[in-house]
């Protein structure tokens, strides 16, 4: 069983920073993609950032030159570095994994969830 456990959401101003993390527990194939999904109120839950334990990397166009996703796999823990936030940006984030060693386009592991609210 794996479980991916979230921290580092908050309240932050327009402009500010937050570093969420997420460190994944249980047995994990050594090929993988660990990344963050959000969800705004009303709205469709959508890719952020994700990277391969090989270390490349893939952004949504909203948050590329904002955001930084990286990742120590030793640890089996990623983070996610968001400057320049913006009032769209409050969401919940979702921590994700998913194994490429089974078949699927979506994620195979979903974190809780953790709240970001972005005030102006």
């Known amino acids: 069983q794996v479980q991916l456990v979230e921290s580092g959401g908050g309240l932050a101003q327009a402009g500010g920073s937050l570093t969420l993390s997420c460190a994944a527990s249980g047995r994990t194939f050594r090929f993988n993609v660990m990344g963050w999904y959000r969800q705004a109120p009303g709205k469709q839950r959508e890719l952020v950032a994700v990277?391969?334990?090989?270390?490349?990397?893939n952004y949504a166009d909203s948050v590329k030159g904002r955001f930084t996703i990286s990742r120590v796999n030793a640890m089996n823990t990623v983070y996610l570095q968001m400057n320049s936030l913006k009032p769209e940006d409050t969401a919940v984030y979702y921590c994700?994994?998913?194994?490429?060693?089974?078949?699927?386009?979506?994620?195979?592991?979903w974190g809780q969830g953790t709240q970001v609210t972005v005030s102006s």
């Open positions: 990277i391969s334990s090989s270390g490349s990397t």
């Open positions: 994700s994994l998913k194994e490429l060693e089974l078949v699927g386009a979506q994620p195979d592991y």
